[in-house]
């Protein structure tokens, strides 16, 4: 079948899910023009008021319109998870990459810092963070790189080794060619398949561990417009009958979490040489 490049063989709910990965990227990077209004524009006299006009959601507990600040909150929602990616996928591939080239004393002692590691959870050392350098995007999304760093290196270390055998590479070996070169341009592009599809699962995680940590005040701060600020911010409304704004935020965190780790797992069967 004919699809996007790279999602072939995913069949018709991989090409959904990535439909639904590229809506929520540009509803993230051009929430606030596609916002109706302003999303912290306090109305009191609006308070919990249903749906109507331009409202389509209708406005929470202090007056604000819950679709503008569902749309303004993606920003964060998407850039959050998009850090702890790029991060944690940069320094795992790094160490992954350089245990299998190098072998012997690097693999063992990186092999117990990453063990060191494991037992520590995401949201234990975002909280450590958060105490550390105060509550904020920021510091939750660095310390969740650093608990997620281990299982990607874990994974992609085997994948690396496997490819460290292939002969092409004792080849270029043989050729003179640096071993960062070799690295660069031949061994990582071709594990390129699996990175993506780890970055793509990781990506779900750390969007519902951001949602986590801003919905317990850690994270994102009130009054900035988050979907995990939203579910917390809706709690009030929720128990007296008006479950918009918690409803409306915890659905799009459930959506994009299930389309990025449907569309990962397929990504991943695809690397793996899996079911196409």
């Known amino acids: 079948m004919t699809g996007i490049p790279g999602l072939r063989g995913t069949g018709v709910v991989g090409h959904l899910c990535a439909a639904v990965m590229v809506i929520a990227a540009v509803v993230a990077l051009a929430g606030s023009a596609l916002s109706p209004h302003d999303a912290n524009a ?49 320094v795992g591939t790094t160490i992954a990459v350089a245990a299998a080239w190098l072998g012997g004393r690097f693999d063992a002692i990186s092999a117990i810092i990453l063990d060191v590691l494991f037992a520590f959870p995401g949201i234990l050392l975002a909280v450590i963070a958060a105490a550390v350098f105060g509550a904020g995007l920021q510091a939750a999304s660095i310390a969740l790189a650093i608990a997620y760093m281990p299982y990607i290196a874990r994974v992609l270390r085997g994948a690396a080794l496997r490819e460290r055998a292939q002969q092409y590479i004792a080849a ?59 579910v917390a911010g809706g709690q009030t409304g929720l128990l007296q009958g008006y479950p918009a704004e918690s409803l409306s935020a915890g659905l799009a965190i459930i ?14 069967e695809r690397a793996r040489g899996g079911t196409r």
């Not at 959506?255 to 991943?268: D, F, H, P």
């Open 42 to 90: 306090i109305s009191l006299s609006y308070s919990f008021v249903g749906p109507g006009g331009d409202h389509l959601f209708g406005f929470d507990g202090n007056g604000r319109d819950i679709l503008s600040r569902l749309l303004v909150g993606a920003r964060t929602a998407i850039a959050g998870p998009s850090i702890v990616v790029v991060l944690s996928m940069t």
């Open 172 to 230: 270029l070996e043989v050729q003179g060619l640096a071993a960062w070169v070799i690295c660069a341009r031949h061994l990582v592009p071709n594990m390129i398949g699996l990175v993506v599809a780890q970055g793509t699962i990781l990506f779900g995680f750390a969007m519902v561990d951001l949602a986590a940590i801003s919905f317990i005040g850690l994270g994102v701060q009130a009054p900035q417009a988050d979907w995990g600020v939203m």
């Open 255 to 268: 959506v994009v979490v299930i389309a990025v780790n449907v569309l990962g797992e397929r990504l991943t």
